[in-house]
């Protein structure tokens, strides 16, 4: 008699798990988990440079909730005087010049001279769904594994200047968990990068040979801001064009006026990806610092950023202020609803929601 077949797919019975699992663990656990620490708990540990503590202090400061402003503000205010010992670089360049990579790259150079490096970087937000990807720690898979790097992306929201709205409370934190450097990735707007240069002592712009900007880079704006221009991806095939384009950038700078600090910017070839040229730009980095303490530019360059940051400060507190006002948020939404009947003007609606 022949043997009935079976199918080799078959559902067996499973193994029944015992119960190991505390359960009075797993409620001091969830409890642990919901109790928020104090501002005074978070700037201890910043101090003592725990990686944790500085990130949900990053969260609370960079949070547009109302509740927690008083404790943003005890714990900028409590940071502050363990603050203003690094260099504050801002990197900026057109989206795939290579940020990323080289910021990678020159983090990690950073590091094996044992400097302790903090990389904030901000992602665009979209203008439709409010939402960023915040992908930078991915890209940066050799520097997230450095124990002295530390990398915060954060999204630009509706902030100008391709910065984030409280990139520079975070310059300060990062300070004072003890990082030496400060790397500012920006999202690359173009022209609008005052924001960045009004907050870092070094501004690094990179740029692309080939790519049809020269004649654009050539312009007032950025450019004058610039303190180094490094040409990327000067390697393989593009090497001839990054030469070319290194020459016609050294003359146009050479047409702008002297700056205050004293300092002739420089136009550099490197390649992110090859790890060429990278310590050079650090030597340069470290020239500029010198000179511009030695001649007090320096310092004087942070009271100014310092005047800028007040002003801001004022704005951003004015414009929360206005928009959580419950009497602000109904009158706002029958202004809204006129102007979709053409009832009335935006000038006219602007002035009566500000006479309130």
């Known amino acids: 008699m022949a043997k009935e077949k079976t199918s080799a797919l078959e559902e067996k019975d499973g193994v ?9 663990y797993i409620e001091k656990m969830r409890s642990r988990r919901q109790k928020q620490p104090s501002a005074e708990d978070l700037i201890a540990g910043i101090l003592k440079g725990d990686m944790t503590a500085l990130s949900r202090a990053i969260t609370i400061i960079e949070s547009k909730n109302p509740l927690h402003f008083d404790k943003a503000h005890t714990i900028i205010t409590g940071c502050l005087p363990h603050a203003n010992k690094s260099v504050r670089i801002g990197i900026t360049g057109v989206p795939g010049v290579g940020k990323s990579t080289f ?71 990062c300070e004072a968990a003890g990082f030496d450097s400060i790397i500012i990735e920006t ?15 070094f501004f690094l712009l990179l740029k692309l040979a080939g790519a049809g900007d020269e004649l654009q880079g050539i312009k007032r ?18 090497l001839k064009s990054a030469k070319i384009a290194k020459v016609e950038f050294n003359r146009a700078l050479h047409l702008y006026p002297k700056k205050t ?39 004087k360059k942070r009271q100014e950023q310092n005047k800028f940051w007040l002003i801001q400060t004022i704005e951003d507190h004015l414009k929360s202020h206005f928009f959580n006002n419950k009497e602000i948020k109904i009158a706002l939404e029958e202004q809204l609803k006129l102007i979709e009947e053409n009832k009335t003007t935006p000038f006219a609606a602007a002035d009566y929601l500000l006479g309130l």
């Open 187 to 201: 999202v690359g707007v173009g022209q609008s990068e005052t924001a960045v240069h009004s907050m870092v002592d």
């Open 221 to 238: 704006g950025i450019i004058e801001m610039a303190d180094l221009i490094a040409i990327n991806k000067a390697d393989g095939d593009n």
């Open 16 to 24: 029944i798990q015992p119960p190991t699992i505390n359960t009075s």
């Open 261 to 299: 600090s004293e300092w002739q910017p420089k136009v550099m070839l490197c390649s992110a990806l090859n790890n060429e040229g990278i310590e050079a730009i650090w030597e340069q980095i470290q020239t500029y610092v010198g000179i511009t303490s030695k001649n007090t530019y320096f310092d």
């Open 103 to 173: 910021i990678e790259a020159f983090g990690t150079h950073l590091t094996s001279l044992r400097k302790k490096v903090a990389v904030l970087a901000v992602d665009p937000s979209s203008s439709l769904t409010k939402g960023s990807i915040l992908g930078d720690k991915t890209r940066m898979e050799a520097l997230v594994k450095e124990k002295n790097a530390f990398i915060r992306p954060s999204a630009s929201g509706d902030s100008l200047g391709g910065v984030a709205r409280k990139t520079r409370e975070s310059i300060i934190l």
